[in-house]
């Protein structure tokens, strides 16, 4: 069974920046994805990024391009999504996801419904 734990977030002006951590246990492939989604108040739950173990590779939502950065830590089995010029509307509780025990990577995934495996979250709160 997978165990994901986030820490990182917090209240920042805009154009500020936060690191999000996510502690991972339990997967033994390395043929896996895992993901930060967000939610807002009233909105959808929608992925920002994905990040495919093996390699590294990683995925953007069009929104983040060129502000998130996905990376991990293998040898302390921990992802991270480093967020630079942050606006208002990246206020949100962001959560770290890991792909079901079936689902194979071949690269990094964007589909909620891939995702089985969640923690509770982290609060990002961006003032203007």
């Known amino acids: 069974q997978v165990h994901l734990l986030e820490s990182g977030g917090g209240s920042v002006q805009a154009g500020g920046s936060l690191r999000l951590s996510c502690a991972a246990s339990?997967?033994?492939?390395?043929?896996?994805?895992m993901a930060w989604f967000r939610q807002a108040p009233g909105k959808e739950r929608e992925v920002v990024a994905s990040i495919l173990l093996l390699t590294s590779e990683s995925l953007y939502a069009d929104s983040v391009k060129g502000r998130f950065t996905m990376s991990q830590d293998t040898a302390a089995n921990t992802v991270y999504l480093q967020m630079h010029s942050l606006r208002p509307e990246d206020t949100a509780m962001y959560h770290c996801?890991?792909?079901?025990?079936?689902?194979?990577?071949?690269?990094?995934?964007?589909?909620?419904?891939?995702?089985?495996?969640w923690g509770r979250g982290t609060q990002v709160t961006v003032s203007s």
């Open positions: 996801a890991g792909v079901h025990s079936r689902v194979y990577c071949h690269a990094p995934l964007l589909a909620i419904y891939q995702y089985g495996a």
């Open positions: 339990g997967y033994t492939d390395r043929n896996k994805c």
